[in-house]
């Protein structure tokens, strides 16, 4: 169990330091984004519940411009195609 809240904490610090999203930080803990999101979502609120509000913030934030990276990436692909 101690191991568990240990790599819990792990994961939402680095969220917190490089803003990043759940995909990534799957790749960089090499566990699923199910695990990660479940880790997040469910299980820092009770181990820390300050961390796990800015986690839940910049994990919004990452939501809410989602849609923004997406097109960014198709735009550059097609021009990388046309060129």
Known sequence: M??????IIAEALYI????????ETAVV???SKSTI???M???????E???YLIVKNILNEN???RHLKGG????????????
């Open 2 to 7: 101690f191991f568990i809240k240990k790599r």
């Open 16 to 23: 917190k330091h490089n803003k990043a999203t759940i995909r």
């Open 29 to 31: 803990f090499n566990l």
């Open 37 to 39: 999101h479940k880790d």
């Open 41 to 47: 979502s469910e299980r820092l609120l009770k181990i």
């Open 49 to 51: 519940p300050e961390l």
């Open 63 to 65: 939501l809410k411009t």
């Open 72 to 83: 960014e990436v198709t735009k550059s692909k097609y021009k990388l195609l046309r060129t």
